[in-house]
Structure formats: structure tokens, C-alpha cells
């Protein structure tokens, strides 16, 4: 579930952290052992945000690393526009987000006819920043085949900053976790 309230800036603000890998897939074998990218059950992600879930992933399809692309472009569509742009188009509806059958209809709202660019917001900030919301675009493409990549979105937001006299702050290399962190967290 990458959502806002999973994400954590560490002490320097050069990092995020990641919490919550309930829905998590991932994207390469670990320790040589093949890891098959799976979704744990359409009850569990039931549970969960009605907002967060990428179309393929309430469909049945098995999670795959796209979803993730998927909510993380979410979470940059919400801090660009300044709200829930999920929440904005099927709020008229009237689904009761706290009920099993109100997320269930959401999410099939969502996977039916959910279209960022269809967001009032988004269109007041088409004009001045079309490069950056057609990152926001690619992340939440329906489609999985067609979503962009985490990589690709980076990349192109490196070049939009660059282009802009921005320069992004060199990144640090990743800091080795202690033998035995799982134990930190029990």
C-alpha cells in the first residue's frame, strides 16, 4: 500500500523510507531464490485503500511491480493537485468507503472509468507544467504494458529539472541495513 502515510523522510531529507509492504512485489530474485510477484488475496487488498489500488490489481490480475508505479503516481498526482484526484471523481457517486461493498464499488469505478487528465485540477495546470503532469500521466496509465517505469519517470523528471536549472541533489548510496533488522521491529 504506497501511500503518503507510508512514506518517511529520514533525519538528512535526502532519503525516503518505505513502510508497509503488505501489496509489495518485487522486482528482482533475492538471494538467488526466484520470487514470483504475487498479490496476497483479493480479501487482504479489500482491507486496504479503496483510492490506493491500481485497476489490474482489484481485477484479479497478480501484483506486479506497475502497480506500484501505479500508487506512487497517486501520491505525486496528490501532491500536485492538491488532492485526491481518485476521490474527486467517484465521491459523487456515493460510495461508502468504510463498508466492503462501498470499497469493492470504488475500486470498480477506478478500473471502469478513473482518467487523471479528466481532474479539474489537473487541467488548471496543464498550461505551465504539461511536462510534469505527463509523468503524473504515465504513472497512472491503466494499462500495466503501457505504465511507465519507475526508471523512466525518474529519468524524465531528472531531465525536467535539469531543463529547468534545477540540479537534484547528488544521490547517497544506500546505507547496509544491521545483521539482524527484522528483530528491530517486533
Partial sequence: DLSEENIYLAESNSRALLADFRDACFSQDVDGQDLETSRRGLLEVLSSSAYNHAPGMVSGMPH????????LGLVFA???LGGDPVRRQV???GFDDTTRQGRHMIRKAVRERFSISADPAFQKLRAEYADVLAIVEGMLEKEPSRRWSAEKARLRAEEIAENRGCRPAPRPAPTPLPGDWDSDFQ
Avoid at 506486479?64 to 500508487?71: I, K, L, R, T
Fill in 78 to 80: 496528490r501532491m500536485l
Fill in 64 to 71: 506486479e511491480q506497475a502497480d506500484n508505479v501505479w500508487q
Fill in 91 to 93: 465521491q459523487g457517486d
